[in-house]
């Protein structure tokens, strides 16, 4: 069983910052690859970025330059830097290994930029 807690949204102006964690728990060998991924309102949920166990990383070209995902694999923990948001950055974002387990989904936290 795979269990994920998201944290750190919030309300935010267009061009701030904001950092999201993830704490993993579950399973281990499931965390080999972790994405961050989002959904606003009426749209469906798309991947931002995902990372390996080994720190590769590959972001969406919307994020690209923007947002920054690491991880701490000693506390299985996943983060997800947000820089110079904007308004169409608003929603809840969500974490999940890449490839989603699709029962792991947590509640997310909102994510929103004001312009």
């Known amino acids: 069983q795979v269990q994920l807690v998201e944290s750190g949204g919030g309300l935010v102006q267009a061009g701030g910052p904001l950092r999201l964690s993830c704490a993993a728990s579950?399973?281990?060998?499931?965390?080999?690859?972790m994405g961050w991924y989002r959904q606003a309102p009426g749209k469906q949920r798309e991947l931002v970025a995902r990372?390996?166990?080994?720190?590769?990383?590959i972001y969406a070209d919307f994020v690209k330059g923007r947002f920054t995902i690491s991880r701490d694999n000693t506390k299985n923990t996943v983060y997800l830097q947000m820089n110079s948001l904007k308004p169409e950055d608003t929603a809840v974002y969500y974490c999940?290994?890449?490839?989603?387990?699709?029962?792991?989904w947590g509640q997310g936290t909102q994510v929103t930029v004001s312009s």
């Open positions: 999940n290994t890449y490839p989603v387990v699709v029962d792991a």
């Open positions: 579950g399973r281990d060998y499931r965390f080999n690859v």
């Open positions: 990372i390996s166990r080994g720190s590769m990383t």
